[in-house]
């Protein structure tokens, strides 16, 4: 992609964000987009790993949980900074990613998708047990996070330090992919054989984009528990893993935007079905069972080639 149509998408992406303020009502408007950009930041991370190298993370909550908890525990019992705490976080999730991915990674298919899911569930069960410092199934309270005598407190204050976090980000995973480690990822993804015949270390790549994207759902999971106050073991269960991974492929697979957009509407659409009372998730479920049969390869991808543009999602 050229540095012209970079820039562009980039442009694009800061307008929404800086004109979007403008026509929310109030607070619970907020609320949404500010969890939309959340997942669309986690989404981002997850889509490299399982859009652009091929490879399936089913307990990826299990990462945004150390995050989540590592911001809860460290200041609450032992006195950290909330910003000492997030880092901390990261680095034990992506010390756990490096630890494990070697070992999972030369798995494939369902015994790699299982792998994923039993290192979630080692991770959701141990915050549950772990009730002295966790506090069990109720959850935990969740210091404030500030800087300098500045406390980020309301959704305003919250929505622009994630527009500033969602627009990093979609930068930060734009070039990745136009970068010789993204076209190292998508030799990966199409043939792993001809990707080391080509000289592609792939147990390399492959720890090295599964480290990263648990370190962008840590930071996000740290970034969750701060804005909402309080974090309970829900947040690292399988139910989240699937949601998330919902998103990347709604949105579709190797596709920047579709992470956005995959994200955006599996955030938005509970809360749009709430009318149907009692048949939420049934109409819920109806949706992305269309979505999947008529757009098997996500929504970006299907209508970027539909509208002409063979398949590239650059505007």
């Known amino acids: 992609m050229s540095g ?15 004109l979007l303020p403008l026509v929310l009502p109030n607070n619970f408007y907020y609320d949404i987009v500010i969890r939309m950009a959340i997942n669309a930041i986690i989404a981002l991370g997850l889509n490299l790993l399982i859009g652009f190298a091929g ?21 609450t019992h032992f006195g950290w900074h909330p910003l000492l705490a997030m880092a901390a976080g990261a680095a034990i999730a992506s010390s756990i990613a490096a630890i494990l991915a070697r070992p999972i990674f030369r798995l494939k298919g369902q015994y790699l998708a299982m792998a994923t899911l039993g290192m979630g569930i080692i991770i959701a069960i141990v915050i549950k047990n772990e009730a002295a410092y966790t506090g069990g ?53 199409g043939s792993e054989v001809a990707a080391q015949v080509m000289g592609v270390d792939i147990v390399r790549y ?23 106050g309080f974090v309970t073991p829900n947040i690292a269960d399988f139910f989240h893993s699937i949601e998330l991974v919902t998103m ?11 992470s956005l957009i995959g ?8 809360q749009a079905l709430s009318t ?22 996500g929504l970006v991808p299907t209508l970027a080639a539909r509208f002409g543009r063979n398949g590239r999602e650059d505007p």
């Open 4 to 18: 012209v149509r970079r820039h562009y998408s980039l442009m694009l992406l800061a307008a929404v964000l800086l």
């Open 55 to 75: 490879q399936i993370s089913l307990g990826h909550a299990g990462f945004i949980g150390i995050g989540a908890y590592a911001s809860a525990i460290l200041p």
């Open 137 to 189: 199934p109720d959850g935990m309270p969740v210091a404030p996070i500030g800087l300098m005598g500045f406390e980020i407190a309301g959704e305003k204050q919250w929505y622009w330090v994630l527009a500033a976090t969602l627009l990093f980000s979609f930068w930060a995973a734009k070039n990745l992919i136009d970068s010789p480690f993204g076209r190292a990822l998508r030799a990966l993804h």
């Open 206 to 228: 492959k720890v090295a984009i599964f480290v990263l994207s648990a370190f962008f759902a840590s930071l996000m999971g740290s970034v969750t528990a701060h804005y909402i």
């Open 248 to 258: 990347v492929v709604i949105g579709g697979m190797a596709s920047i935007y579709g």
């Open 263 to 270: 994200a955006v509407l599996l955030t938005a659409l509970p």
């Open 276 to 297: 149907f009372e009692g048949w939420e998730t049934v109409v819920f479920g109806s949706i992305l069972m269309t979505c999947m049969i008529f757009m098997p390869k």
